[in-house]
């Protein structure tokens, strides 16, 4: 594929996980999700509509926002009369996100680094547009002669999401209460059996976060990013089920299957950040180079 033909895909992965703030998007029809005071996302007007049936818990719509009710002042009293609702509304058949309930919390804050305000269902959280954390791992190999190559995997074709597309060699959301660096260990372990002693190798080096919004709602998303050089004689193996298969790639190959519709397209781009700090992407000779960094670093408002 000519440069400028792959340069004009990953643009266009790009502008899509970054929909949410183009110009024409639902953005200014969303409502603000306030909780004590504070923005935690941004709620859909079809879904605000739905949340006015429950006026104990959500108070109406005013001033371009929606609010809990006052009486929900607590960490825990919030949580429940919010999946009370979440419970009920998993019978309406429109809201097609419900029915991959996945009986897992996240956590529900302003900036990541605050306290929890409150708890939801994970299926949940694009119809109010919470921001969502996640750990992705990058994988790679780099032999005696100093040729880098990188794992990835092939998903599941039973996942409830993008099913038998590739992925980072291990990749978790971020459940509520548990750690960066306990979920890096885990998702490991459990999607790669890679053995804790390698997995706690592994770098932190950078977020990769994005805004997008599609039929279900808005996805706000920041994934911590590791890297982890695996020794040249492991070969990952399949575990929980999660994933189908593991292939070790040249970074070249790699670079072109970005391009492609066979990728995870968050996982895209969390390889494609890797492709650029390691200089196999470099602002000589990538035009785009710019557009590239920022598509990848979008600050969640």
């Known amino acids: 594929m000519a440069n400028s033909a792959w340069s004009e895909k990953i643009l266009a992965l790009l502008r899509r996980m970054n929909n949410f703030y183009l110009p024409g998007s639902g953005r200014a029809a969303c409502y603000r999700f306030e909780v004590d005071g504070a923005q935690v996302g941004w709620i859909p007007p079809d879904v605000a509509s739905l949340l006015t049936r429950y006026p104990e818990v959500f108070s109406p719509p005013q001033g371009g926002a929606v609010s809990l009710c006052h009486g929900l002042d607590s960490y825990g009293k919030r949580s429940e009369a919010v999946d009370a609702v979440l419970q009920t509304l998993r019978q309406d058949s429109s809201l097609t996100c419900l029915r991959g ?7 529900v804050m302003p900036k990541f680094s605050d306290p929890p305000l409150m708890w939801m269902e994970r299926a949940a959280t694009c119809l109010f547009g919470v921001k969502r954390y996640g750990v992705h791992i990058n994988g790679y190999t780099v032999s005696d002669s100093g040729e880098v190559s990188m794992w990835l995997a092939r998903r599941s074709p039973h996942k409830q999401t993008y099913p038998g597309l590739l992925d980072n060699v291990a990749a978790g959301g971020l459940a509520a209460g548990v750690g960066v660096k306990h979920t890096l260990v885990k998702e490991c372990q459990e999607e790669a059996c890679i053995p804790a002693a390698i ?6 080096v950078t977020t990769v976060s994005y805004t997008y919004e599609d039929e279900e709602g808005v996805f706000a998303e920041s994934q911590f990013v590791f890297d ?4 040249l004689e492991f070969k990952p193996k399949v575990g929980d089920g999660e994933v189908q298969d593991f292939y070790l790639l040249p970074i070249d190959k790699v670079k072109q299957l970005l391009s492609s519709d ?11 950040d890797f492709l650029i700090r390691h200089s196999f992407i470099e602002p000589d000779t990538e ?3 710019q557009e590239f960094v920022a598509g990848l670093h979008q600050t969640l408002e």
């Open 101 to 107: 309930w996945r009986d897992e919390k996240y956590s």
């Open 199 to 204: 997995a706690e190798k592994a770098h932190p």
């Open 228 to 231: 982890l050089e695996l020794p």
């Open 262 to 272: 066979d990728f995870k397209p968050n996982s895209a781009m969390v390889v494609l």
């Open 287 to 289: 035009p785009c180079y």
